[in-house]
């Protein structure tokens, strides 16, 4: 019993890393019996996206291998570092001489140079290979995303995919730039350090060791709470970006509205939630740091406890002595082997927060295209622009159709415009023959070819589209005209303008094509884009060309020039309009009226008058509607 007050330090200090210890499994148990409840699992298995990540990193594996020698180099500093200051402080207890003294402060120096030029030759080298990797990455996704249709695109929130296309490829080159070589970097010092630790006193490695189980205890725990936080944080930004796209958008509607303020609640909470969410990574990361620093601090304490009482008490531990060199030599190591513990455990959740990145860009591509080419799909390298609807129907959603066998036939170079209320079909049949849409029953016929027999591409190359909202990019007149086609001159972009009436305003501007458009136009009248949009139909040289609700929100002063070009272009080619005024298809050859999905009356203007049915009917209101204004 007289020894055994030596003891209670160490009993002691056992007790607190215990009683710690026991703390920590109480919550993680807890925590896992909630494991379905908080839903941060992951679908995707690691190895499925390391099998998919290594497609990324397979052309640069030279480069790699390359940063692996680099960092071998690297490492050496932090294994031999405390051997040298422990034989320069053996020296310095000795008689020496100077030069012997400075020859280990070389050595010492020199091993520093070497590290540190390694690791930014390293750093340099990652950075490159990151970027092609992060550049690759994106094209493909932004490829991908271009490749879905109207109705995928539709059920995916824009700010979800600048998400995955931004931040979490953003995560991926993270983890090629930093991450992966850092955990194989503290992994070889973990192992390097250990290795040294031994050889100089296998006695205090010992001592050391004592401490791993409550290490790999703390890091298993941590993983568990800190991926459950990066996933809410994840999320929370996803939410967030997806909120700012919509509304940053919407943003007139909401000032014409006078809504500023309940946006801003909206926002307010959002963006409170991702707060909370940042704030509990953060806590996770307050308790798990401490935690291990704690581990590092009992261990140095029973180093130098050790160490007094072998000095004090001149003994050895198991045949091992513990003089001032072994001591500086091991303080060091002990903090170069729970640094990069600490760090590994960090690294290797970010690490699984890249994953959780991964799997979400990889969901998007996943997703299989539901319009695609058929294997036997031909090219078209010229079409006349007959269009055939034999008893087409179609539903955006199961059972609920909104077209019902409709069948009607367009000759070549007509112009052949769609009547009726809105949601009876029109647009709708406009976006089947660009197959934007696949019908479920029934053929469309381009110049008697069924439209899944030929190739997307170059189906929609031979058509124009003119839609009532014109969606202008950020650039200019020009660019916006082109659409990046390099082949078309600004002397053939001047004539399609003046073709249809748009150098007319262009001429009075003081760049004219190379005016800036700002973002979505919004520095051109509705009438100005849309002649810009008429010009950009007709400069590709469609073979039909489909006008929906062109005019519907322009001034008669730039109607009547839209007028003035579509009497030009009737004599081009094929003609497809929708229009709820129908002084606009007067001159139409044929005119098709729609209610509920099917067609109820076919003919021409007059023919329809004549009929005195429902065309009639529209045509009687409008009149009376336009009557009372005048």
């Known amino acids: 019993m007289s020894e055994l007050y030596k003891i209670y330090p160490l009993l002691i200090l056992g007790a607190i890393i215990g009683l710690v210890a026991i703390i920590f499994i109480v919550a993680y148990v807890t925590m896992k019996n909630k494991k379905e409840a908080i839903g941060f699992d992951r679908n995707m298995a690691d190895s499925e996206i390391i099998k998919r990540l290594a497609v990324y990193a397979k052309p640069h594996l030279k480069s790699f291998l390359l940063v692996f020698f680099i960092m071998l180099i690297s490492i050496a500093y932090d294994v031999i570092s405390p051997l040298l200051i422990g034989k320069i402080e053996k020296v310095l207890e000795s008689d020496f001489e100077m030069a012997y003294l400075l020859s280990f402060v070389a050595v010492y120096a020199g091993i520093l140079i070497v590290s540190l030029v390694s690791s930014y030759i390293q750093a340099i080298l990652l950075q490159k290979i990151g970027q092609k990797i992060l550049s690759k990455l994106r094209e493909d996704i932004f490829v991908h995303i271009e490749s879905l249709s109207h109705s995928q695109l539709n059920s995916i929130p ?166 001032a060199s072994v001591l500086i030599s091991f303080y060091m190591y002990i903090s170069k082997f729970f640094n990069p513990i600490q760090t590994l455990a960090e690294q290797f959740n970010r690490l699984q927060s890249a994953f959780a990145s991964a799997e979400k860009i990889f969901t998007i591509m996943d997703m299989k295209p539901e319009i695609v080419d058929d294997e036997d799909a031909i090219e078209l390298d010229h079409i006349d622009g007959d269009i055939e609807f034999r008893d087409v129907w179609f539903a955006y959603n199961e059972d609920e159709w909104v077209l019902k066998g409709v069948s009607f036939k367009v000759k070549a170079r007509d112009t052949v415009a769609f009547v009726g209320a809105t949601g009876s079909g029109k647009t709708t049949i406009l976006s089947l023959i660009c197959r934007n849409y696949d019908i479920q029953r029934g053929e469309i016929l381009i110049d008697g070819i069924n439209i899944r027999k030929i190739k997307i591409s170059s189906l929609r190359r031979h058509f124009g589209q003119m839609l009532q ?111 709820h005024r129908l002084s606009t298809i007067q001159h139409a050859d044929n005119i098709i009226v729609l209610s509920h999905g099917e067609i109820i009356e076919e003919g021409n203007h007059f023919e329809l008058l004549s009929k005195r049915g429902r065309y009639y009917e529209l045509y009687m209101l409008q009149f009376e509607k336009e009557k009372l204004k005048s």
């Open 469 to 579: 909202d014109v969606f202008l990019f950020s650039g200019t007149i020009r660019s916006n005209i082109v659409l990046r086609n390099e082949d078309i001159s600004d002397e053939e972009v001047m004539k399609t303008c003046e073709y249809v009436n748009a150098d007319k305003f262009i001429n009075k501007l003081s760049d004219g094509l190379d005016e800036e458009v700002r973002e979505r136009g919004n520095n051109f009248s509705a009438g100005q884009r849309q002649l810009l949009s008429f010009a950009r139909t007709i400069i590709h040289k469609p073979s039909v060309i489909i006008l929906d609700e062109a005019t519907a929100n322009i001034d008669t002063e730039t109607e009547l020039l839209i007028q003035d070009s579509l009497e030009k272009l009737m004599n081009v080619g094929t003609t497809l309009m929708v229009a």
């Open 158 to 323: 824009v700010g979800k995919l600048v998400t995955r296309v931004t931040n979490d490829t953003g995560a991926i080159s993270m983890m090629f730039t930093n991450l992966l070589v850092n955990l194989v970097k503290n992994s070889f010092i973990i192992i390097g350090v250990f290795v040294a630790m031994l050889c100089l006193n296998y006695m205090l490695t010992l001592m050391v060791l004592c401490f791993v189980p409550f290490i790999v205890l703390f890091t298993v725990i941590f993983r568990k709470f800190s991926r459950k936080a990066y996933r809410k944080v994840k999320d929370g930004t996803t939410d967030i970006n997806t909120f700012l796209s919509e509304n940053m958008s919407g943003i007139k509607i909401t000032q014409i509205f006078n809504r500023e303020e309940k946006k801003y609640e909206q926002f307010s909470e959002k963006n409170n939630t991702l707060g909370k969410a940042k704030m509990r990574e953060i806590f996770v990361f307050g308790i798990f740091r401490p935690t291990v620093y704690m581990l590092y601090i009992s261990s140095v304490l029973c180093l130098l406890y050790l160490s007094a009482r072998s000095v004090i008490e001149d003994i050895s531990f198991l045949g091992q002595v513990i003089d």
